[in-house]
């Protein structure tokens, strides 16, 4: 089969195609034929680091899209021909290729109406917008969010969400995604490039603060927000925690969570397992509804994946890109 292989860890642009061979479902695991995989920027950060336990030639891309193809021992609940789509284990083959296999503990059915490359924009960074607002800091109606980094891929399933849920939110982003956001549903949009987020946001909430905060930065920038959040307030980090040793006991009663996705796989737990599937089902249904725009921005090819995920290094890239798989035989 063809895939986009990395021989050791490098840059983006060391990836290339080749052909491998094709994979073997094991047991309780079923084989995908890819139709599309979504870029995050997972892939470009794995790349340069590796992973322990990885074996080269190693194939990325963990957001998948297609129909199962064939079915491992014990699989008796999906057929060949389901249509699925799945975040995949960072620590195994990924789906840059043009087969793939997953656990069925983390699948999911694409429902009908949601397409191939809108189903593989959403688990990664949708799935992460929604763990963090409905499994972490259990959101309320009326209350008020601040997201930071509202034009990425996470922090824009998180204004959709938070949009549903009745909160009023605030985000960041620089000038030319203003319109962007916006559009999404944002009540309070910040140029962070020119102006001053923490004075903004007390200007807002006439100085008291935000109830939740999502940070899609790191760990600098989740330490700077804490200021901003309300007393009993609610923090969620998506790449990295901050130090809360800036705040005084008793000063905030914050509450701070940490999203790692992936982790379900590497913790082994399945009940986190099982709950992937689970937010993919509710996740794919709000995009086939279209209470959820899946913010496709740009489509690319399986060769055009390393000048893509250099791109996306940059973080300049708003929204989702996604790479659809060739399968030359097919009509």
């Avoid at 799945?86 to 997953?102: E, I």
């Avoid at 998506?238 to 040793?245: E, F, H, T």
Wanted: charged share 20%; with cysteine.
């Amino acid at each position: 089969m063809k895939a986009l292989v990395l021989d050791k860890p490098g840059t983006p642009e060391s990836l290339y195609t080749s052909d491998v061979e094709q994979p073997k479902p094991g047991p309780g695991e079923v084989r995908v034929k890819v139709y599309a995989v979504g870029l995050n920027p997972v892939d470009y950060k794995l790349a340069a680091s590796g992973f322990p336990g990885w074996d080269y030639p190693m194939i990325l891309g963990f957001d998948v899209a297609g129909i199962i193809d064939s079915v491992g021992p014990g699989v008796d609940e999906w057929q060949p021909g389901d249509p699925v789509y799945y975040h995949g284990d960072l620590s195994k083959q990924g789906g840059y290729s043009q087969y793939a296999t997953v656990t069925t503990r983390t699948l999911a059915w694409i429902p009908d109406g949601l397409s191939y490359t809108d189903a593989a924009a959403l688990p990664c960074a949708g799935f992460t917008a929604y763990q963090a607002l409905h499994r972490k800091l259990h959101v309320q109606k009326d209350k008020t969010i601040l997201i930071i980094g509202g034009a990425g891929g996470v922090g824009g399933f998180a204004v959709q969400l938070a949009k549903l849920a009745g909160l009023k939110i605030i985000t960041t982003c620089s000038r030319h995604n203003i319109n962007f956001v916006k559009d999404l549903g944002a009540t309070e949009i910040i140029d962070y490039q020119t102006e001053d987020v923490l004075r903004a946001v007390s200007e807002i909430t006439s100085e008291r603060g935000v109830d939740y905060i999502l940070d899609t930065v790191g760990s600098d920038s989740a330490t700077g927000a804490l200021e901003m959040l309300a007393f009993n307030g609610a923090i969620a980090c998506v790449a990295g925690l901050p130090d809360i040793s800036k705040v005084s006991p008793f000063e905030k009663a914050l509450s701070v969570h940490e999203v790692a996705l992936n982790g379900a796989y590497l913790s082994g737990d399945e009940a986190a397992l099982d709950d992937l599937a689970r937010i993919a089902m509710e996740f794919g249904a709000l995009a086939a509804k279209g209470q959820i725009r899946p913010m496709v921005e740009e489509v690319v090819t399986l060769e055009e994946i390393p000048d893509a995920l250099v791109r996306l290094s940059m973080r300049h890239v708003r929204g989702k890109i996604v790479a659809k798989i060739p399968h030359p035989n097919e009509k």
